[in-house]
């Protein structure tokens, strides 16, 4: 089965103009001594790819634990888009595939009323190559529009190499309770390959190929 890795390697990502870096450091090493090796590191939530919650532009708004998992599980949709998209390119798209993730293939960011065209569709998720879902001078309309729904979203991804088409998407965060966004490791499934393969395991009686 393919698989595509999707996710920014962490400590050289981009990063958000103004948003620290995250940094890494060992506190233990065993070629000076120690029984094992243990890295500390810091970073910013929005760090590399990583999943934007409610929480991150309205104060009471759901945190990244609470997320629902079957938005950042499941069927995506991957279709290649530059430059600003329009409310009439999110409703093309809404109404042709009906997709309930959908990921941005290029330099993509949506204004507030392309995110608006999709959430009044059901989108569940919309992920983006920029570290900003938005245009990075004026992302926060965007992000409300996005976020009041919901909607979750997942930005600095790395979908070079990835053909357009439908896909299984695991862009779970980590579970950091009560924060406004989270790092994942975000990785697509070729879709056919993994139809075909649960299709062979019902041939075995849901035992695999193995028994």
């Known amino acids: 089965m393919k698989i595509y890795d999707i996710t920014q390697e962490l400590f050289s990502s981009r990063v958000f103009p103004g948003d620290p870096k995250p940094s890494c450091s060992r506190i233990q090493q065993i070629q000076n001594g120690d029984s094992c090796n243990l890295t500390v590191f810091e970073m910013c939530a929005h760090n590399g790819t990583h999943v934007d919650a409610p929480l991150h532009f309205y104060e009471n708004g759901r945190s990244v634990d609470a997320l629902a998992l079957e938005k950042v599980i499941g069927p995506a949709l991957v279709l290649e888009v530059h430059g600003e998209m329009t409310a009439e390119q999110a409703g093309r798209i809404m109404e042709t595939y009906a997709p309930k993730r959908l990921l941005l293939k290029g330099e993509a960011v949506l204004n507030p009323e392309a995110a608006r065209a999709m959430t009044r569709r059901g989108l569940w998720l919309v992920g983006v190559e920029s570290q900003t879902v938005g245009t990075e001078d004026a992302p926060e309309e965007t992000h409300l529009e996005l976020l009041k729904t919901e ?61």
């Open 151 to 211: 909607t979750v979203i997942l930005e600095g991804i790395r979908l070079e190499g990835v053909p357009e088409g439908w896909y299984f998407l695991y862009s779970a965060p980590l579970k950091l309770g009560k924060a406004d966004g989270a790092p994942c490791r975000a990785v697509l499934l070729d879709w056919e390959a993994m139809a075909d393969g649960l299709a062979k395991v019902r041939s075995h009686g849901g035992h695999g190929e193995g028994k």
